[in-house]
């Protein structure tokens, strides 16, 4: 009785590797519309009119929560001053969700949906999502046995539902204005160069935290742009952002309560 020999490697692997990354890079088209392509002339100079609305409002609202005025006060009459760090993530909040928000369907009467407010091509979302945390997590573990990273982090200590809720206040509207918002308006102007282009707000925005979290961000941002623009979703990036920020403050920083 003859034997045949199996083969312990499969051939076929590599390319079904290759046809699954290939369709795990395939991202859908962002074709402008009439308003997208719209100029305005400005001293001379051509702008596009709602790329650059995007630009000045996102850098309005951040530099709006470094002053701490206009929504500042109203956030804290309402609240009481009760609680700082709900204080801060209900301004943002308002500021970098609300605003944008407005702006969205008042000003360009666009659907949020067509500015990552949606959920997307959640297939590849929750997948490479998964696939992204699990590479991050025992990073963000190592980063926080750091001495900057404990020193940082445990002002922000708190129990872990409060975290998770201020947490994904201040996060969901960070990534509706920078990914959201601000990336897929430049997207239909000026192509994949927003990806880029939106690293600038995000990385800035970090100035003051651990340096190696600053610097790092270069790398996050633009990931978590990319998923956006893949899966045409904030909502992937949102999660994961509020998972990394939410473990980072628990292991460096600890829970209370």
């Known amino acids: 009785m003859s034997t045949e020999r199996v083969s312990s490697s499969d051939p076929s692997l590599p390319v079904r590797v290759r046809e699954l990354a290939t369709a795990a890079s395939r991202g859908p088209r962002y074709p402008a519309n009439d308003a997208d392509r719209h100029d305005v ?5 051509a702008l ?54 407005v702006v ?40 926080a046995t750091f001495p900057e990273f404990v020193a940082y982090y445990r002002g922000a200590a708190a129990p872990l539902t409060q975290l998770v809720v201020r947490n994904g ?4 509207a960070a ?9 897929f308006a430049l ?14 707000p995000f990385v800035l925005i970090h100035v003051g935290k651990p340096e190696i979290e600053i610097w790092s961000t270069f790398l996050g941002g633009s990931i978590f742009a990319w998923l956006d623009w893949r899966t045409r979703s904030v909502l ?11 473990l980072m403050i628990v292991l460096a920083g600890g829970t209370t309560g």
């Open 104 to 143: 969205t369907g008042v000003l360009f009467r666009e659907s949020p949906a067509r500015y990552g407010l949606t959920v997307g091509d959640w297939r590849w979302g929750l997948g490479l999502l998964l696939a992204g945390l699990a590479v991050m997590t025992p990073i963000i573990a190592w980063f």
């Open 169 to 172: 206040l201040e996060v969901g």
């Open 41 to 45: 002339a400005i001293a001379g100079v």
């Open 236 to 246: 992937w990036s949102a999660l994961g952002h509020l998972y990394v920020l939410t």
């Open 48 to 101: 596009p009119l709602r790329a650059t609305v995007a630009l000045f409002v996102a850098t309005a609202v951040i530099v709006l929560d470094e002053t701490h005025r206009l929504v500042d006060p109203i956030v804290g009459a309402a609240l009481g001053g009760g609680d700082p760090a709900l204080q801060t993530s209900v301004d943002r909040f308002v500021l970098f969700g609300i605003v944008p928000f």
């Open 175 to 183: 990534e509706f204005l920078l990914r959201g918002f601000l990336l």
């Open 187 to 200: 997207l239909r102007r000026i192509g994949p160069l927003a990806i880029v282009i939106v690293q600038v």
